[in-house]
């Protein structure tokens, strides 16, 4: 099917290439652009580049064309990036500036756009009746705040309101990072506190991890179907061999249908735990033995060492993990899609981003779902900022 | 007489202690096999599945090799789909992003650990709110963009979608990774007479590599299982990733289970060798923020 | 080192761009992009259809591409790719989104474009709306009816009391020890309008959904009961858990669509019948399952010499000799009037049975505002299934969701 050497060595050489590039984008972008050549070099190079293409995609090579003019684009956005940084600022910060500038310039472009277009659509109104005219002549008409009010009023699902979705999501996103943090602590704990196979454990505690997410949930979800799933032929095996439990109410449960939310949870906890426990492994083996040793000598308990040593020399580490742990809990789409999305799709589970991914596609009411992406992510933004100037968790991130 | 019955007393309690320290350390060790298989327990159920002969792919059956195991869903993958191109595209894709995305970051975050500029703390507050927009928002101008620079179905448009996705952590994390370096050393070199870029280039880059691999994990992991923006992008069943190609083999109703277990086992494989493979850096090098002392 | 370098870079990325990222789009207008929603198994039959088409005689340049999407996937990137300017020429599916499709504007009404008399009347009904036809038959039917299992019940009930005496006194009695007599998707609404019908009732009526009524009551009553109750369907049980439970022979029967004939009978051979779904004893009327059938839609930017390729190729596609071959592999009903009086179909006791049910049945609504009906009918025809709504108020919830989404979609 492939032509295997073929396109092997061709993959050698795209990646050789990409990293030669790199190696002169580095150069480049450390102070070469102070050098009196550098705008003449850059605008002959340029020049080159443009002929090249021009020659290139004469020669048929369509997609080449692309290519280069693409290169092309950043290139001449770099020179006039090196020229406002040496006249207009006149080199102060300027090389800080130009080390940022890619990295910027991309995310401008991919999140700054897209951004600005979501905020247009959210005033005006895109739906379906309204489609072929965008598409045809690209005005919208507008509606001002129709669309924020109906995202407070309103709800993209039937039986759950904005706010009670709000708080649904508080609650998620809560528990979920909650039982991360503690189950974290409690795997690198125990990590750390042995010597043999420890590389072994560290291996096999990652694996959820480091699987597909897609794969490692759809995985999960069988887990806790109610015919074939191992929690409900465990749980029935259980019962059949300590009749008592049944008395207690031990038996198959239907997790996806009667439990939601709780099956959702569980998977999102089994999914997030490997991650923070990596990072606090990382950060108890970087605290000094010294402290335990004095304390032990001064004869702390281990409750004690913990609380006193070890929870704020790992704050630091944790803050930010906390932090980002939370972001993505509250956006965490995937489990909750994957698990409830397509099995009678009860709303049960839903939380405010997934309610939004239904709301865009069930109607195709662009605007609407706009506004509600908006109001998600500012609400989210907003908090994240206050907590971060009250908890002082931004320290450790900024200096 | 006395000394001798104190020695043996001593002795014992040494005794108690190490038997006590040893139930410890047993407890310990169940306590972590008991995690490790829960986290490999269904890893080890998709390969059951995988290995299940075809009438009998749903099942209450809990043998890891199912009775009648076969090969044939795997060979299956790559008889009747195009699991190759699948891999293949991703692979590209991956790569080509990892390199670039790091290689992006590597120098932002220099920027923002070793100077001081306006903005600065602005941006790293832009670089978190990233991480806020939820998913499948910017999706559609994304896919208007795409289209109109006619990078649709290329892996130009894949790579240059992805690698900026993943930057905002990848920037936090070399940044954090550069604060822990100590100033003194590169300001040595550049008495030296080391350019800025030598210094960066010589001394810097090089200690960072717990967290340039650790970007580098992530910036792959994310790719390789990236779904949406995929979809969006990808058309053309010839250049799809395997993650779009998994999801063909879900029809209006009916999934192909077996074949969808042995693809997923075996997409799986690739990252989790790249996982172990940077797992010697994955503890060093998660410096979301440093430890100080 | 410096220059070495920049001799290298510049090397490399020609080679590298030399590799070509994508290859070129050649002859754009000789490529017809279908896009469809089928199980993997029709793959090869479609396929073998479109190089047959290739083969023709002045057809050597055209390619034919097909992508497949899931079902909501192919909703959602329609739409988008449509937005943006870049549809497929060709969609094929069941007519369930034409409706949305037309309204937006993205589709073509094909009755200028194609003779659509010489389909079956009903067929090309189902997909009329607003007095346009916004699709070309390729299948009649899509429709749900009875299969069983003949070695766990050699003749199919006719009745639903003779239905549940079988699961009562012969699978229950664990005499054939069957895990639950009969496979039944419970969370999907489609599986639900056949007894709808039964117990005399409709989603919707024109443009209105009735769906807080008598017999919407009665037939989710009647699915509750059945797992709760009788306990002859399983819970919790979609579609692939039926699918799985009746190929595996734990089940007697299984209600499921034409779509699944033919692997069913590649699987059970003489043992596989069809009939009936049968007749609800307490009304003593027949179930009536929706009818449609698959169908091409055409994006609505085609025209000139595109349109007449595309034209062409739907044409071909849809002729008696590939309808016959259609039902040949896939088993599927032919929407051409003129195939549907083969001998094929007469002789073959299965497709007879399948046409039985579709005359039985009924066209399956084409208005747009069916729909928001789906939508809200889903979520709570679940609730009521997995007992967290008693069957009233689901029903009552499912009508004033309906007529709130139907007012939504257009505000």
Redesign the interface.
Known sequence: MLAPVAQVLQFALLIGAFVAVLEGWLHYHFKYHERNWFIPAAVLGTAALVVFAALWTAGGGVEAGRVVSLAVGTALAECLAALFFKHVVKGRHSLPFMLLAPAMLGLAALIAYPMVFEVYLAFHDLKLTTIMAWSRTGDLPFVGLKHFRKVFTSSPLSEVGFWELSLRTVWWTFINVFFHVAGGFVMALLLNSVTRFKGVYRMLLIVPWAMPQVVAVLAMRGEFHSQYGFVNIMLSKTAAWLPFLKDVGVGPVQWLGQHPFLTCTIINVWLGIPFMTVVILGGLQSISRHYYDAASIDGASAFQQFRMITLPLIRPVLAPAVTLGTVWTFNNINVIYLVTGQAGGTEDADILVSALYKAAFAFYRYSYSAAFALVVFLMLFVSSMVWLKWSKGSESLYD | MTESGASLESLRALRLHRRREALK?AL??G??IL??A??????L??LA?SLRPG??????D?ALIPQGATWASYVKVFT?TNF??WL?NS??IT??TS??GV???S??A???S??K??G??L???LL??????????????????I?R????????GMV??Y???S???S??ILK?YY?TIPRSLEEAALVDGT???GA??RIVLPLSTPALAIAFLFNF?QA??E?LVA??IL???F?YTW?LG????????????GMFAAA?LL??IP??GV??YS?KW???????????? | MRPAVVVISAGLLAAAASCRLAPQDQGVDRAIVVWEQEDAQVFPYIDSVFDAFKRLPGNADVRIVRNHYQTEDLRQQFLTASIAGSPPDLLMGPSDTAGIYSIAGFILPVEKVFDLSAFNKPVVEAITLDGHVWGVPMTNGNHLMLMYNKRLSPTAPRTTDELFAFCETKAKAKALKLDYCMAFNLGEPFWLMPWLGAFGGWPIDDKTPTLDTKPMLDAVSLVVDLIYKKKYVPMECEYNCTDTLFKEGKVAFIINGDWAISTYRDKFGKDFGVAKIPKLSATGRWPTPMVSGRYFMLNSKLSGAKLELVKRFVSFYTNKENQIGQVKSLMRLPALAEAAGAGIIRDDPILKASMDQILAGKPMPMATEMRAVWDSVRPHLGRAVNKKATPREAVAKMQSEAVSKIKEMTD
């Not at chain 2, 829960?38 to 890893?43: D, E, G, H, Q």
């Not at chain 2, 620079?149 to 130009?156: D, I, P, Q």
């Open positions: 350390t310990i060790h306590a972590l995690a490790c829960a986290c490999v327990y269904p890893l159920r998709i599945v009438d009998r792919i749903i099942s209450t809990l009747e190759l191109f293949w692979l590209v790569v080509a390199v670039a290689a992006l970051a120098t932002a220099y920027a923002f070793r100077f500029f306006p600065a703390k941006g790293l507050s978190l709110g990233t991480q806020m927009l939820p998913a499948g928002m910017l999706l559609l101008p994304l896919f208007l963009m289209m620079l006619r990078l649709m179905n290329t892996y130009l240059i979608a690698s900026v996705s930057l905002p952590f920037i936090w954090g604060d350019s800025v870029f960066f280039y992991t390789w299982n779904y979809r969006v058309t053309d069943s250049k993650t998994l999801f063909d083999l879900q029809g209006q109703y009916l999934t192909q289970w997923s997409v799986t990252v989790m996982f172990l797992s994955l503890l060093t090098g998660m410096t979301l923020g440093g430890v100080k002392g």
